[in-house]
């Protein structure tokens, strides 16, 4: 008896270096954006006088708009051709949140920029993972993700040292770095060909 091993995605080609590198954007400048979003807003509002029952309020429901957020956000992933444009969607709404809770930081202004944050969740990961299996098909996909991560601890690394980029802002509220570096994942996500290979 003889048995036929077929490898799927054998010959799949290998991806340009400048869609690696606007995958590594992606997942570098999102996470500034995304790992210090809720401890840096807790401390916004409390610097702005909210009570703590406020502040936790909110982010409660942000999380839970997330959560109930996930089924619909992947099946808006499963239906929408461009990854692209629903990561660059996710990165701008996230640089719009965070822009409101700055400039108006009451109470149902920023309950609804929280709510939008959290649904944003929902998608944005799972579209820079869906970007990344495009760009370099499946085989090639496991090492893409620690890829992904690693580019996204290192900035987070980054702002966590002492003397890291972030001493620029030093001057200004808290918030106002994470709003300065919204911007660039939407510009990255551009750069990915990501030719629907998956």
Same mark, same amino acid.
């Not at 808290?174 to 994942?185: E, I």
């Given at each position: ?8 995605? %054998?010959? #799949? =080609? ?32 409390? #610097? ?9 309020? /909110? ?20 239906? /929408? ?8 969607? !996710?990165?701008?709404?996230? %640089? ?21 944050? !959290?649904?944003? !969740? ?12 495009? /760009? ?9 993700? !620690? ?14 040292? %002492?003397?890291? =980029? ?15 570096? %919204? ?16």
């Amino acid at each position: 008896m003889a048995f036929v091993v077929a490898l799927p995605h %054998a010959a #799949e =080609p290998s991806p340009s270096r400048a869609s690696l590198n606007g995958l590594d954007g992606i997942n570098f400048f999102n996470a500034a954006m995304l790992a210090g979003f809720g401890p840096y807003v807790a401390v916004y509002l409390a #610097e702005q006088k909210w009570t703590q029952e406020n502040i936790g309020f /909110v982010l409660t429901a942000s999380g839970l708009a997330g959560l109930l957020a996930l089924m619909p956000g992947g099946e808006l992933l499963d239906t /929408v051709r461009s990854k692209r444009a629903l990561a660059a969607l !996710g990165a701008s709404l996230v %640089a719009v949140t965070a822009l409101a809770i700055g400039i108006w930081p009451d109470f149902p202004v920023v309950f609804t920029a929280l709510a939008l944050h !959290g649904t944003t !969740g929902a998608f944005l990961g799972p579209a820079i993972a869906a970007i990344s299996l495009g /760009v370099v098909g499946h085989l090639a996909l496991p090492e893409q993700l !620690g890829r992904n991560q690693r580019f996204a601890f290192r900035r987070i690394a980054d702002r966590d040292r %002492a003397h890291g =980029p972030d001493w620029i802002f030093d001057d200004v509220p808290s918030d106002v770095p994470d709003r300065c570096r %919204a911007w660039p994942p939407t510009v990255r996500c551009t750069r990915c060909d990501s030719s629907s290979r998956h």
